[in-house]
């Protein structure tokens, strides 16, 4: 079953109603009219790490940015942070990340958190997930999960 949502104008108050859709052409609602802010985008992938064309960072998820102190940091390139450990066949390059789009990817975190004592060996926070090229083609993001 699909549905849409109409809008009830009939009534001075206008209503928006989920109603069944006649056609499953009529569910889809275009990304435009519903935007997500970056602000939100980074707490619905508190993991996500996003990166131009030359492998800078632009943005990570509320977890990363926290925990791992990167708010103040500028300019930081991908391979300063993260570590490939899968596929062993990608390198650490914009170009072999878009030949590599549909495979899972692991990486390892290279940077001390905050979460251990001083002391402490640093734990490795290891995340898995796909590279996702965005619209503009300039960047991709790397959503995943540890």
Do not use: W
Request: glycine share 4%; aromatic share 10%; proline share 5%.
């Amino acid at each position: 079953s699909f549905y849409e949502i109409k809008l009830n104008t009939t009534d001075s108050k206008k209503i928006a109603r989920f109603a069944k859709a006649s056609n499953p052409a009529d569910s889809n609602i275009a990304s435009e009219n519903f935007p997500v802010l970056l602000r939100d985008f980074t707490r619905i992938f508190p993991y996500h790490i996003c990166f131009d064309r030359n492998l800078i960072i632009e943005h990570v998820g509320t977890f990363l940015l926290n925990e791992y102190n990167l708010a103040n940091k500028k300019g930081l390139h991908l391979q300063d942070v993260v570590e490939l450990l899968q596929p062993t066949a990608a390198k650490m390059e914009f170009a072999s990340f878009l030949e590599h789009a549909n495979t899972r990817f692991f990486v390892r975190i290279k940077v001390p958190g905050n979460r251990g004592k001083e002391g402490d060996d640093p734990v490795d926070l290891q995340l898995s997930g796909q590279m996702m090229p965005l619209a503009s083609g300039n960047s991709i993001v790397f959503l995943c999960s540890p």
